[in-house]
């Protein structure tokens, strides 16, 4: 048994300890993923990034265009920015490190089973030198451009400050509805104006970029 079987029998063997979570298959690289996602039909997929002929980012592109409502969220021992970048680009759900708590990997697990994101503060942290790299050499950007750092937080009213908080920290709809005790479609009222605010494209990059903002 090689390390990588070792660590996806462990890691099942954790989570199916945990209560509310249901191991419904394992795979060893991405394409055997996908007939096990097409067999079973689970609500969330906990991918390593790096696998054997298909790795994690082709395998979330690939079910944004098969399962384009099954969230995908990547683990991995690295860091580095290309992997960051080219797996939130590819629409991850969320994307934590290896040595994240069995308990922190349930709540994350649970968070974008119900619509959340979840992105380890270390994650968030290339990705936000990445957009701000960005800022700094776009060229041409007119004056109808989104508003960056501090001025993101100028243009949102009193309750949408406070969804906007709860969006940065991964939550769900559902989860920001009963924090904030609002009706799950207002929430999704407020991230919809959110979104077209800030300019963001999906949920993911309204997150960092209001990750961004918040703690600046």
Known sequence: MDDQQLLRRGLSMLLSTVDGLEIVGEAADGLE?????ARHRP????????????????LVSRCAAEHPELPVLLLTT??????VTGALAAGAAGF?????????????????AGGG?????RV????????????GTAEGSDSGAEPE?????????????????????????????????????????HVSSLLRKIGARDRTALALTLYKALNA
């Open 33 to 37: 993923a996908l007939a096990v996602i």
């Open 43 to 58: 609500d969330v997929v906990l991918a390593d990034v790096r696998m054997p002929g298909m790795d994690g980012i082709e």
């Open 78 to 83: 690295f860091d580095d920015e290309p992997v």
């Open 96 to 112: 934590l490190l290896k040595d994240t708590s069995t308990d922190t990997l349930a709540g994350a697990i649970r968070s974008v």
């Open 117 to 121: 994101m979840v992105i380890d503060p």
């Open 124 to 135: 968030a942290r290339i990705a936000m030198r990445r957009s701000g790299r960005q800022e």
């Open 149 to 189: 750092g501090g001025e993101v937080l100028t243009v949102l009213t009193r309750t949408e400050r406070l969804v906007a908080e709860l969006v940065a920290d991964g939550r769900s709809n559902a989860d920001i509805a009963a924090e904030l005790v609002l009706a799950e479609g207002t929430v999704k009222n």
